[in-house]
C-alpha cells in the first residue's frame, strides 16, 4: 500500500485510461467499438511517428506508405499464403522495420528539409507503385480480408461479462489492438526513459555534442526509424484487417498527413501525446461534420462541400495554430494549464495566510 | 527519330510547367531556407481565381496579369499572417507550418470552387508547326516560351535591380543587411510574393492540359521537387534547366522504358529525387553546403 501511496499522480491517470478503454467496448455499440479501434491504430502510427519526429528530430512525410506496407503485407500472407492474421502482424510489422532502417540509411545523409522532400514523394508515389504488380497486390481493386472471429475463450469472458450472446469480429479487433497499442506504448515508454531516448534527444537537441560524447549517432538515427516504421507496420497491419481491405486508395497521401497532424496536436516528445492525437485527428472530421450537419441555418449544399473539404481545412488551421502558438500541442497546453491552475490555487491560499507566494523558481 | 523529337518537345513543354513551379520553390529556399511545400497549393487557388476573372468576362490577356498581381500579394499577406511567427523557429516547424498551409489551401479551394475538374482557356492554339520535322504544338511552344521569359525577368530583377540585390542581400546577409538599412523582414515578404506569382504563372501554364481542380498541382510539385533539387536548391537557373530534364526525362521514360508508362511516371520524378539527394546533393548547379557546427 506504501508503494501506491507514493506513486506518482500520473499512474493513477494511467490506470484510469486503462480501465476506460478495457470498459469501453462493454458499454457501447460494436460499431463504436469499432470507431475506437481507428482511434488505437491511429495512436499506434503515431507513438511511432513520435518516436522519429519527436525524439530522434528526424522527419518523416511518409508514414502513411509504411502503413501501406504492413497493411498489404499482411493482406497477401493471409489471402494467398493462408497464414493465420496473428501471425502475420509481427511479421508485417519486423518487414517494414527491416525497410525503415534502410530508409534511415540515406536519412542520414539527407538534412531535415531534404528529408522531409524524400518521404513527402515517397508517399505520393506508394499508391501508383502498389498498384503495379498486380498478380501480387490485385491492382486497383486490391485485397479484401475476411472479419477476424474471436478466439473461444475471450468469447466466453466477454459474453460472461456483458451478457450478450456473442462478441462481434468488431469488439475482438478493438481488444487486439487495444492489447497491441499498450504493449508499444510501454515499449516506447520504455525505450525514451533509457538510454536510447537520452541518445536520441541529445542527438536531435546537437548532433555534433552528441558524438563528441561518444553517442552513435548514425546507429541511433537508423534506430529510431526503424523502430518508427515498425510501429506504423503493425498499424498498418491492423489498419487493413480492421476495414476489411487493402487497396492504393486507402492509403493517400492525405494518410501520411493525418499522422502527421496527429503527432503535432497530440505533442511532440511526449508519451500520452500520440492517444491524444489519435483522438484527436479521428474524431475531428466526424464531429465537425456532424456538428456543421446539425445546424439548421447552414444550407445543404454548404453541409456537403464542408464533407469533402471540411477535414483539410481545420487540419490545416489547427496545425498552423498551434504551431505557432503551442507548438508541445495538446499535452503541453495540458501541463502547462496544470501548472498555471495550481499556481493560481496555491497563490489564493498563500493570498490567505499573507505568506507571499514562493518563488516559482524554487518549487 | 520524328516520335522522338515530338516527345522532346512535349517534354519540354511539360518541363516548362514544373520550371516554373520549381522557381517559385528556389525563390523561397533563396529568401529563407524552407521548402515550401504549399506552393502548388498557392499556384492552383490562384489559377481558380484567374478562371473566375475569365468566367466573369475578362479577357485572358487581362486576368493573366491581374492573377499575378493577386498572387503576389496573396504570397506576401501569406508571408506576414502565417509565417512570419514562427521565421526563427526550426526547419521541423517551418516545414510543417507550410503543409498546414498546404492542406488549408487545397481544402478552401474544395470549399469554394467544388472538386468536378474545369476547363481552362489556354491563350494558344492547340495546331502544330513542323519545327526539325517534329510537330509541336503552339500550346507546347507558349508554355516553353512563358517560362523562358519567366525565367529571364526573375534573372533581371534579382541580378540588374536595386530591389533585386538587397533582396539577395537580405537571404545571405540578414544581420548585415539590416545595419545598412534593408529592411530584411519586408524583403522575405516580398520573396514569398515573387514565388507565389511565379508559381501563379506555372498553374495557369499546367490548367489546360491537367484540367483545374483543387489536386492539380499534387503531382506537379513532386516534379518540381525533383527539378529544384536536380538543379541545385538555390539556382534559379538550376530550376529552370532541372525543370526541363525532368519533364523530358518523364516524358521519354513514359514513352520508352517498358513498363513504366504514364502511371509510374511520378515514380520517375521520385527516383529523380533520390539518386540526386544521394548522388549528389547539391544538384547540378548547387554550391556546396557549408555548415558552422
Known sequence: ???????????????????????????????????????????????????????????????GALMAL???????????????YLATIPIAGLLTGIVGFFL?????????????????????????????????????????????????????????????????????????????????????????RHRPGRALRAIRDGEVAAAAFGVNVAGYKTLAFAVSAFYAGIAGSLYGLSIGYVSPDTFPVSLSFQVLVGTVIGGLASIPGPLLGGIFTFWLPIVSNQFVGSQDWIPAQVVSVFKNAGPAVSYGVLLILIMIFAPRGLVGLIVSGYAWLQGRVRGAAERGTGHAPPDAQTV | MQEFLQQVVSGLATGGIFASLALALVLIYNAMGLVNFAQ????????????????????????????????FAGGVVIQRVVIRPVERAPVLTLVIVTLGLATLVNGMAGFLFGYVPRSFPSPFSAQTVNILGALASFQDLGVIAVSGVVLVLIYLLLQRTTLGLALRAASHHPE???????????????????????????GMMAAPILLLQPNMMQTVIIYAFAAAVLGGIESPLGAVVGGLIVGVTVNLAGAYVPGVGGDLQLAVAFAIIIAVLVLKPNGLFGRAAVRRV
Open chain 1, 1 to 63: 500500500m506504501k508503494f501506491l501511496r507514493q506513486a506518482p499522480a500520473r499512474y493513477a491517470l494511467v490506470l484510469i485510461v486503462i480501465v476506460f478503454f478495457v470498459g469501453l467496448p462493454t458499454v457501447v455499440t460494436s460499431f463504436q467499438s469499432s470507431e475506437w479501434t481507428q482511434v488505437l491504430i491511429f495512436a499506434i502510427v503515431i507513438m511511432g511517428l513520435n518516436i522519429l519526429v519527436g525524439y530522434s528530430g528526424q522527419i518523416s512525410l511518409g508514414h
Open chain 1, 70 to 84: 504492413g497493411a498489404y503485407t499482411t493482406a497477401i500472407l493471409v489471402h494467398r499464403y493462408h497464414l493465420d
Open chain 1, 104 to 192: 534511415g540509411i540515406p536519412a542520414l545523409r539527407l538534412s531535415a528539409l531534404y528529408l522531409a522532400l524524400a518521404t513527402f514523394a515517397l508517399a505520393v508515389v506508394t499508391p501508383s507503385l502498389i498498384k503495379r504488380p498486380e498478380q501480387l497486390t490485385g491492382g486497383v481493386r486490391g485485397i479484401e480480408l475476411l472479419p477476424p472471429q474471436p478466439p473461444q475463450f475471450v468469447n466466453d469472458a466477454f459474453t460472461a461479462v456483458t451478457g450478450t450472446p456473442s462478441m462481434t469480429s468488431d469488439q475482438w479487433l478493438y481488444y487486439l489492438c487495444l492489447a497491441i497499442a499498450l504493449a508499444l506504448f510501454w515499449l516506447a515508454w520504455n525505450l525514451v
Open chain 2, 40 to 71: 502548388g497549393e498557392m499556384a492552383m487557388f490562384a489559377t481558380f481565381l484567374a478562371l473566375v476573372l475569365i468566367d466573369h468576362g475578362v479577357s485572358y490577356w487581362i486576368a493573366f496579369p491581374l492573377t499575378l498581381a493577386i498572387a
Open chain 2, 176 to 202: 548585415a543587411s539590416r545595419l545598412l538599412g534593408i529592411r530584411v523582414s519586408w524583403m522575405l515578404a516580398l520573396g514569398w510574393g515573387l514565388a507565389s506569382a511565379v508559381g501563379a504563372v506555372s
